[in-house]
């Protein structure tokens, strides 16, 4: 069976059997039809956060497919609930770039599934329509103030920093030119388009702790400058205040459940190659004001997902994470031992082997964290016994524990021994975790800190371009930020080709975008882009929908 079919044999519980497990009351509930659910903010109880326990699901350097973080993190959660802790799943929102380019669904898989799957996929509740809005109005208001003659703040087109977005991958518009068509249709200026996961709105509903904060986090999106050189920001134009009215749903997580009946909350969706990769600070908070327990996760390898995690969202949140499960596979571990990726369902004990660096890589940056890791080993029907014994071994001379878990063919049953491993560590460890630097840094302090101690860089340099950027930097106050560096997720280096654990290499920052309202600094390395192409055969291809509404060829 397919995951869509799975998830379409599932029996959906009502919202409130499922906000039952978590003691709200059903009037704080805000339907979205009979499966879908708005939590509201004051359900957040501080107190209750700071006794919840928090558990991290990371990953390896994937493959293009990725090493199922997230069917991992809901397997774990259906585990935990089967041994008895009270637990909720807490997960980002989908992007329609890779539902419709690569992956085709980002819901989970098998039988360790969040569902309505098909809604959560296609547009679900319209949080990423409202991002787009509201990142699409500044841009309207910008180039309107541009063409005005009234009320001119005087902008300079030739410093504007802000594009604008859809949830689309689509090369085309990286680079466009606007304002064409004589002088009543605008001034023409080079801009282009981003990814809607990609847009510091998206940034800010992550990191925002609620309707006020995000506002004002709004009001201080840098746009670029007068022609006199002043900088200018989302609250000179008076924006701050209609776009955060566009905001005022999305910022309120979402109640789903999983294929077993237990509670997921999934909110937000900015990518960890690009962005921060990690869901909502306020749907963190919400899952852990209302179980004991939340596994959650983060986007893509352990150097750019966790690593964000640690060092922005749980520094701004005063969140401490007791645990973290990195994901491995024997597809992986293969392709960082050199296999090509149309080789990778043939058995090979010695690929697997010698892709065991990579992994070493991530327990090492983990450790740095101060956290304890457990490696939970994503079960293939084709992995061979051999190639299993192969990580379990390793693990084990690294003194590492690997669990085998098999949740993507039996859910829950399948995650039983990762559970209770989690669940023994968790409640063993309360101690605060580590950032990798001090705020106080300078700006290239903190990137070469996670270049070096994270990637294994040997040292990092500026182009021409960057060097302006730490200037301008200088110059607007914001150097305390901390980074959020923009990677490929390919390789612990900013090169692709660079697989396995390459060490002392040279990272590139290529230039550094400012992202004052989500409040960190983002350096853009090697050839990363914020706006993806789709592949020469695109997921959207194998999907289609009967007379009947049924949605098929999602996976």
């Known amino acids: ?263 997921a909350i999934i909110h937000g969706g900015p990518f960890a190659n690009i962005a921060q990769g990690t869901n909502s600070i306020i749907a963190t908070k919400m899952g852990m004001s209302l179980s004991d327990f939340v596994v959650t996760e983060a986007g893509f390898g352990a150097d750019l997902g966790a690593e964000k995690f640690f060092d922005i969202k749980c520094r701004t949140a005063g969140l401490n994470p007791n645990a973290v499960v990195i994901v491995a596979t024997v597809r992986a571990l293969k392709y960082h031992g050199g296999v090509l990726v149309k080789e990778l369902n043939e058995a090979n004990a010695e690929a697997v082997k010698r892709g065991i660096v990579n992994l070493e890589k991530h327990l090492e940056n983990v450790a740095q964290f101060g956290v304890p890791a457990v490696v939970a080993i994503n079960q293939f029907s084709l992995d061979t016994e051999e190639e299993l014994r192969v990580i379990s071994e390793s693990c084990e001379k690294l003194g590492v524990k690997a669990v085998l878990s098999n949740h993507w063919g039996k859910g829950g049953e399948g995650a039983d021994e990762l559970a209770k491993h989690i669940a023994a560590i968790v409640e063993g460890n309360s101690r605060p975790f580590q950032p990798i630097y001090d705020l106080n840094l300078s700006v290239e302090g903190k990137i070469e800190a996670v270049a070096k101690k994270i990637y294994g860089a040997g040292e990092v340099e500026y182009t021409s371009k960057a060097k302006k950027d730490l200037q301008r930097i200088s110059d607007l106050g914001l150097s305390g930020l901390p980074v959020c560096i923009a990677k490929t997720q390919k390789s612990l280096s900013d090169n692709p080709a660079l697989i396995g654990r390459p060490e002392g290499f040279t990272i590139t920052v290529r230039e550094i975008e400012i992202a004052a309202g989500a409040g960190f600094l983002v350096p853009i390395t090697g050839d990363m882009m914020r706006m993806p192409g789709l592949p020469a055969t695109p997921a959207s291809e194998n999907i289609d929908i009967d007379a009947n509404g049924n949605i098929t060829g999602l996976f």
Not at 87 to 96: A, Y
Not at 192 to 201: H, K, P, Q, R
């Open 1 to 263: 069976m397919t995951d869509l079919d799975i998830a379409a044999a599932a029996e959906l519980r009502p919202i409130q059997q499922i906000s039952d497990k978590l003691n709200i009351n059903p009037a704080n509930l805000e339907l979205f039809g009979k499966f879908k659910s708005k939590l509201p903010l004051s359900l957040i109880n501080e107190e209750r956060v700071k006794q919840s326990k928090l558990i991290l699901v990371t990953a390896i350097s994937p493959t293009p497919a990725g090493e199922g973080k997230t069917t991992t993190s809901i397997g774990l959660c259906e585990g935990l609930n089967r041994i008895g802790k009270n637990t909720t799943v807490v997960l980002r929102e989908p992007s329609l770039g890779p539902v419709f380019g690569m992956k085709g669904g980002a819901t989970g898989g098998g039988y360790s599934q969040v569902i309505p799957m098909e809604d959560i996929n296609l547009h679900f509740t319209g949080d990423f329509s409202a991002i787009e809005r509201a990142h699409n109005l500044l841009a309207a208001l910008i180039d309107n103030n541009i063409q005005s003659k009234k009320r001119s703040l005087g902008i300079d087109p030739r410093t504007v920093v802000w594009k604008r977005v859809m949830d689309m991958n689509d090369r085309s518009l990286r680079n466009i030119i606007v304002g064409l068509g004589g002088v009543g249709m605008g001034t023409p200026r080079e801009t282009g388009f981003d990814i809607t996961a990609a847009s510091e709105i998206m940034a800010i509903l992550c990191m925002s702790k609620g309707l006020q904060d995000l506002k004002e986090r709004i009001g201080r999106i840098f746009i670029g400058y007068t022609m006199d050189k002043k900088p200018i920001y989302a609250t000179d134009l008076n924006a701050h205040g209609a776009m955060a009215a566009l905001m005022k749903d999305a910022i309120k997580p979402n109640l789903v459940q999983t294929l077993e009946g237990n509670p």
